[in-house]
């Protein structure tokens, strides 16, 4: 049930109810970088260059910094592998890729954002 098909007349207790987590969503996904890094494992496993190379302007201090905080939240796993050289590829678990339908709702109200306010704009 979205919020808006909730009954009106709600307490502060169940306003807050739905603020905690949505604010907790929020805590974790917040930033410039953390989305991109999702969308571009949710195209498949990568190596550390890889995604340097497909999200312009991070840094690699930054993408390494954002990759930890996805990995400790259980977003994103790290596997090492034992070659020669050493090879690393991250890849989305299970419970990142959860994320999938909220980035495609994201997604879908981007484009009529940028059709209903930029597109006035031009």
Not at 44 to 73: H, V, W, Y
Request: positive net charge; contains cysteine.
């Amino acid at each position: 049930m979205t919020l808006a098909q909730q009954k009106p007349g709600k307490t502060h207790a169940e306003c807050t109810k739905a603020i905690l987590p949505v604010r907790d969503a929020l805590d974790i996904l917040s930033g410039k970088w953390k989305l991109p890094i999702i969308i571009s494992l949710s195209f498949g496993n990568k190596r550390f260059s890889q995604m340097a190379k497909e999200i312009p302007g991070i840094t690699d201090k930054m993408l390494s910094k954002e990759l930890r905080d996805l990995e400790i939240n259980q977003l994103v796993k790290r596997t090492v592998y034992d070659a020669v050289p050493v090879v690393v590829e991250y890849s989305m678990t299970p419970y990142g890729k959860s994320l999938e339908r909220v980035i495609d709702e994201l997604r879908d109200w981007g484009v009529l954002h940028r059709k209903k306010v930029m597109g006035k704009m031009k």
